[in-house]
């Protein structure tokens, strides 16, 4: 029986735990924070707030592929607030800018419960090459670390050694993988592979099935007709699943994310969103072009990859992001 109360020890372990996380996710938006926040702290440093300023933070906006939407909802936003709060000095435009980037980041931070059903199904897809079986790897992780049972469904059945790359995250996570027997049936079929999983996730208890999906460009459009059929199907296994779906990005794809998000959308309705490689690369401002992009029913952002470590893949914190942007 574990008590209610903390001790003193255990409450360091905490703090000791969330600053490493701040320091994860800080160290991983390493390039992204050098191009941005070294070009912001040249204008912050340059005396007043001018028109000349707010076109240069507008170019570092952009550069940051923070996308039209969002840098001009910035830029309304920071001119309104320094003429609130009678703001003269660029220094002082620092606060803002990181007050206004949090606001318009929030509503992405939404966290995934996964309590809600079980087994609770979630459908992995995105296009290829995004990181879609190492992150489900990932999250298999995640999960159990907060004491949740997981299954995993092999639906690549595509991709060629996609089978035994998803057999050995589940090897190495301890985790059962419904899989076709063989690598050389090319012609299984992904649906069947994650209706068998979902129902032995029923008769086993687990509480959450990740389904592996093959990647797929949004121009191929028997194959997005083919995942529309994987999520069918899913329906049928368990009528109210998936529970979420769940589009993987990689955030060096920039601009192009958004268009990624809007075809697997209208072909399946995705729920939540997972940014990864974000350590990869310095147009971390991809976020905020997501946010631009949706103001009014922004896509939960459930996590963020910022390294290659298990633990690596940390749940979206939108104030932690800010702060991680700028020295």
Avoid: C
Avoid at 48 to 54: M, Q
Avoid at 170 to 181: D, L, S
Avoid at 291 to 296: D, R, S, T, V
């Amino acid at each position: 029986m574990f008590s209610l109360f903390k001790s003193k020890k255990n409450s360091t372990e905490d703090t000791s735990k969330s600053e490493s996380l701040v320091s994860k996710i800080r160290q991983g938006l390493t390039r992204t924070r050098q191009n941005f926040g070294k070009q912001l702290s040249g204008l912050f440093g340059r005396g007043k707030i001018d028109e000349a300023l707010y076109d240069e933070l507008e170019t570092v906006l952009l550069t940051a592929d923070t996308g039209v939407n969002a840098t001009n909802w910035l830029l309304d936003t920071l001119r309104k607030k320094v003429k609130r709060d009678a703001l003269s000095d660029a220094e002082q435009l620092k606060g803002a800018l990181q007050e206004t980037l949090v606001s318009l980041l929030a509503p992405l931070a939404q966290p995934l419960d996964v309590t809600t059903k079980k087994p609770f199904v979630i459908m992995i897809t995105g296009v290829n090459g995004v990181g879609k079986t190492t992150t489900i790897g990932k999250l298999t992780h995640y999960f159990q670390s907060q004491g949740k049972s997981v299954l995993l469904a092999a639906g690549d059945t595509f991709r060629a050694a996609a089978r035994e790359q998803l057999l050995a995250w589940g090897e190495r996570n301890g985790v059962t993988v419904i899989a076709q027997e063989s690598e050389s049936q090319k012609k299984s079929d992904p649906a069947a592979v994650i209706f068998d999983a979902i129902n032995a996730a029923k008769a086993r208890d687990i509480d959450i099935v990740l389904a592996d999906t093959a990647g797929r460009l949004t121009t191929q459009l028997h194959l997005m007709e083919e995942i529309r059929k994987i999520k069918r199907v899913i329906t049928k296994a368990l009528p109210d699943a998936p529970h979420e779906v769940l589009l993987i990005l990689d955030a060096n794809t920039g601009q192009n994310a958004i268009n990624q998000l809007k075809a697997f959308d209208e072909a399946l309705g995705v729920t939540g969103l997972v940014l990864t490689k974000l350590d990869g690369t310095a147009k971390g401002g991809v976020i905020a072009a997501i946010a631009g992009q949706y103001p009014q029913n922004p896509p939960a952002l459930r996590f963020v990859g910022v390294g290659e470590g298990l633990d690596d893949l940390r749940p979206f914190d939108a104030q932690e992001f800010v702060e991680a942007l700028f020295d």
